[in-house]
């Protein structure tokens, strides 16, 4: 089975700092992108920012130059690093990836359970 677990979600003020980790455990043979979405209340689910395997990254205008996202390719997790964090960015934040399980020929996209972020005075 294989499972995305996320950690270090928590509450922060406004222009503080927050990482968020994800690591994928299981027989995975191979993962292509991953990234961070996030949801908040009444709202649909949103792209953060994405990395692929060869290290190119996409992030939403929202958060360009605010956050930092990252991928250790040896132990299949992936970081986002979070500055200068905005009420706006207050949300539930899930890990995404896709991958290839060992034994199997296709691909799939799997999700963590989320982490809550948020921020406030």
């Given at each position: 089975?294989v499972?995305?677990v ?12 927050l ?7 299981g027989?995975i043979?191979r993962i292509n992108?991953m ?15 994405l ?5 190119s990254t ?9 956050f ?6 040896a132990?299949n997790t ?20 896709n991958?290839?399980r ?19 005075s």
């Open positions: 089975q499972q995305l996320e950690s270090g979600g928590g509450l922060v003020q406004p222009g503080g700092s990482r968020l980790s994800c690591a994928a455990s027989r043979f992108d990234g961070w979405y996030r949801q908040a209340p009444g709202k649909e689910r949103e792209l953060v920012a990395i692929t395997s060869g290290g996409n992030y939403a205008d929202s958060v360009k130059g605010r930092t996202i990252s991928r250790d390719n132990k992936v970081g986002l690093q979070m500055n200068s964090l905005k009420p706006e960015d207050t949300a539930v934040y899930y890990c995404y990836a991958l290839k060992t034994g199997y020929v296709d691909y799939s996209d799997r999700w963590g359970q989320g982490t809550q972020v948020t921020v406030s």
